[in-house]
């Protein structure tokens, strides 16, 4: 039988995910995007600590956990860094208005 503690820490675990895949889908902001990036990484980050909790190997998940919060770091700092690159170089950071101008758009 599932506890209720766990069913909470996975729906919440899904809810950081959608999230995550609704900012991502959205299309709208550069950093939305990258936000919506982080958020599925800690969805993810939660159910493997879940899932360890749940085969009694707490320790093991969190190394993986722990990794993932390394990459997730420096995913983040490069992703914002272009987007930083982008708005410089186009002076915006909606996605649709970059789309327009790299194609030959309006600018």
């Known amino acids: 039988m599932i506890d209720l503690a766990v069913l909470l820490l996975v729906t919440v675990a899904a809810a950081l995910f959608a999230t995550g895949l609704a900012c991502l889908i959205a299309r709208s902001n550069l950093v939305k995007m990258v936000i919506g990036l982080e958020l599925l990484g800690k969805g993810v980050s939660l159910l493997f600590v879940t899932g360890g909790y749940l085969s009694n190997d707490v320790g093991m998940s969190q190394a993986i956990v722990f990794t993932l919060i390394i990459i997730e770091a420096v995913v983040a700092g490069v992703a914002l860094a272009l987007v930083i690159l982008a ?20 600018p």
């Open 87 to 106: 708005k410089r170089t186009w002076g915006t950071l909606d996605v649709a208005a970059i789309t327009r101008k790299v194609r030959g758009g309006e």
